[in-house]
């Protein structure tokens, strides 16, 4: 069994929203709403800054009248970088100095029952 390819993508709007002199993002408001896509300008501002998990296919359309393009202009698919978890596992153990000289070393805790 092969492992499953983890696949990610790259969001052009901003990109493609410059080809069209288009620098603010408020400038999409109106136009989206000409298109039957209302959103706030903080929405919008989101939408443009930051790259969407989720996008209704009507506002692609719109995004895609609007900058005269197609959704492969805008979305970009690219291969995943797989993030290492920090588990604070990896590099050389921390001695001398840098445990600022006085050389302890944690030892297990002894639990003792009181005999009666």
Known sequence: MTPARKLGYAWHLRLRMAEQNMF???????????RGVVL????????????????????LMALCD???CSPNDLIEPVAATRRSRATGTRGPAVTGPADGGRGRVPRRAEIHRDRE
């Open 66 to 68: 609007i900058l005269a």
């Open 40 to 59: 706030s300008a903080a929405q919008v501002y989101r939408l443009v800054t930051q790259t969407p998990e989720r996008l209704s296919l009507r506002t």
């Open 24 to 34: 603010a993002t408020t400038d999409l408001v109106p136009l989206l709403a000409e």
